[in-house]
């Protein structure tokens, strides 16, 4: 069987539709290259909090020549080579100031007239960090007992040490982070044991069993997925994302922007369906730099609001800015009809839930689903 099938055969297990014959075009978004720890030099947290985001347009393979770009490209009537930050006319950089775009507009009639989709995948570094030091807790006995706590020891722990970041990634640079072995695994555990002693854990069992593993640990050898990798380094990069959706849509072409790290890696795999374009000379590039700059604030707007707070910032819009937020939450919507891995979220499970209903009881107050 080969990788493809392999995949395919995994994800509909999962009831996901991989059977999908599409043009994919990528631009992306926060991308820091890499995170790692330096002598004399402190990780930036504000840019490791910032999410990578990968993504853009998709239409059927078989229509993609039919659609007029030159068309569109006439009506933007926008010189050199067409950027996120050209739509967004707006005095601040917020999502509903995006919204006053006229060319955003144009771009958003233009993709719903012609059935062509948004996709995007959302990388959390945080996250994928507590990933790797929850799964070291919970393996041996632990898996058996506790691994259906996963899920929310991960989101717990993550929310939790986002309260302090600089105190974590000073335990994590102490503790040798990503080798945690020998002498730092007793010092790593302990320190993450004795933090998370600090808070009253009754309502938080998640948190609670990590700190209970944490102090399991601290007597142990060995954090397997701790140990093996690159010196110092915290994020390598983000080329799984790009590999993850080529293999996911395997029947589908993929076609990203030059980016050196990015296309070094996938030339090592055996994945062929796939290009790298100069963006100034593809239209269908440049417009995915419009779409991935325009979700990255929307999602952004919905994580930094409750829903009682969106409402009120969104009823002082012009009726321009509610007809863009109105076309762009149709355009979702049947882009998660489409297919719903479309949009990929790795992030903490509680907080991609909290957000799909943000965005689900938008529809339902402006589109009346």
């Known amino acids: 069987m080969s990788l493809s099938e ?16 599409n043009n994919f075009y990528y631009d992306e978004t926060n991308n820091f290259i890499k995170f790692q720890f330096k002598d004399n030099k402190i990780l930036n947290v504000d ?13 059927d393979k078989n229509k993609d020549d039919m659609v007029d770009w030159d068309d569109l490209l006439k009506k933007l009537n926008i010189q050199g080579e067409l950027k996120f930050k050209q739509i967004n006319t707006g005095k601040t950089d917020t999502f509903i100031n995006c919204l006053r775009g006229k060319n955003l507009n144009k771009i958003l009639e233009f993709m719903y007239d012609n059935v062509i989709y948004l996709h995007c995948s959302t990388f959390d570094n945080l996250y994928d960090v507590i990933i790797e030091i929850v799964d070291s807790l919970l393996l041996d006995k632990y898996k058996e007992t506790y691994s259906f706590l996963a899920p929310i020891m991960k989101d717990e722990l993550y929310f939790y040490v986002k309260t302090d970041m ?30 998370i002693n600090e808070t009253d854990t009754n309502m938080l069992f998640g948190l609670e069993t990590c700190r209970q593993l944490f102090k399991e640990y601290s007597k142990k050898e ?5 140990e093996n990798n690159s010196e110092k380094v915290v994020i390598d990069g983000y080329s799984g994302l790009n590999l993850d959706m080529c293999v996911k849509f395997y029947k589908s072409f993929h ?14 795999s055996d994945i062929t369906n796939y290009n790298f374009e100069d963006s100034k000379k593809n239209i269908r590039l440049q417009l995915s730099d419009v779409v ?7 999602f952004d707007f919905l994580d930094q609001n409750s829903y009682q707070n969106i409402i009120c910032l969104l009823e002082n819009m012009t009726d321009f800015q509610r007809k863009n937020l109105i076309l762009f939450l149709k355009l979702y919507k049947k882009s998660v009809d489409k297919n719903e891995m479309f949009m990929c979220f790795y992030e903490p499970k509680s907080l991609v839930i909290h957000r799909n209903q943000l965005i689900f009881q938008l529809m339902d107050e402006y589109i009346c689903i």
């Open 166 to 195: 600089n105190r974590f990634i000073h335990i994590l640079e102490e503790s040798n982070y990503p080798n945690v072995t020998g002498d730092c695994i007793e010092f790593f555990c302990k320190k993450m044991c004795n933090w």
């Open 6 to 21: 392999l995949f395919e055969e995994y994800y509909t297990e999962q009831g996901y539709d991989t059977n999908v014959v």
């Open 255 to 268: 076609c990203f922007d030059e980016i050196s790290e990015i296309q070094d890696k996938l030339k090592n």
């Open 292 to 298: 991935i700059g325009f979700m990255n604030k929307f």
């Open 222 to 226: 060995q954090l397997i997925f701790l």
């Open 47 to 59: 840019n490791f909090l910032q999410k990578y985001r990968l993504g853009g347009l998709t239409l």
